[in-house]
């Protein structure tokens, strides 16, 4: 009995880790152990994300080893831009375009917010990110959160940061990032 009280404790205090490692998200448990897709599609909050991520073809990549750091737009980022253009950007002619804004909010490697604060600092107020798009985001500080801008000049704040996943980590964002 003794052996299974300790065996019990020590699988919730696993849990317990676990949980203070990753906020939650969505309403989820974003696990450590699952890759980006794993947990994105368990996210109330990034349902329009996931299915632009199908639509493009990217699940296998997002689901390869990476690692990534994401900045993943909610549903109400997606809800911000002009009325039809999500559904414009999932049809299967506009896929190559669905495709460049998706990847122009992944950077190469795992960047966690001590990371992107850190080359913020470095670059004296402003850190340039390249996308796996081929593109570049502005990463600044503002009020201390971080502040991502894209090559249109438009912002996009970091809401919920270093969700770490298998292959990467996501930070959740409260803009979609559009590319040139």
Known sequence: MKKFALITAALLFAVVVVAKQ???VGGAAMLPTKNIVENAVNSQDHTTLVAAVKAAGL???LEGPGPFTVFA???EAFAKLPAGTVDTLLKPENKAALVKILTYHVVAGKMSSKD???AIKAGNGTATLKTV???TLKA???GGKVILTDEKGGT???TIADVF???GVIHVVDSVLLPN
Do not use: E, H, R
């Open 165 to 167: 996943q298998s292959n």
């Open 116 to 118: 992107i604060v850190k």
């Open 22 to 24: 990753n906020p939650m």
């Open 156 to 158: 996009s704040t970091v």
């Open 133 to 135: 798009s081929g593109g």
């Open 73 to 75: 737009p909610t549903n």
């Open 59 to 61: 699940v296998d990549t």
């Open 140 to 142: 600044s500080l503002q």
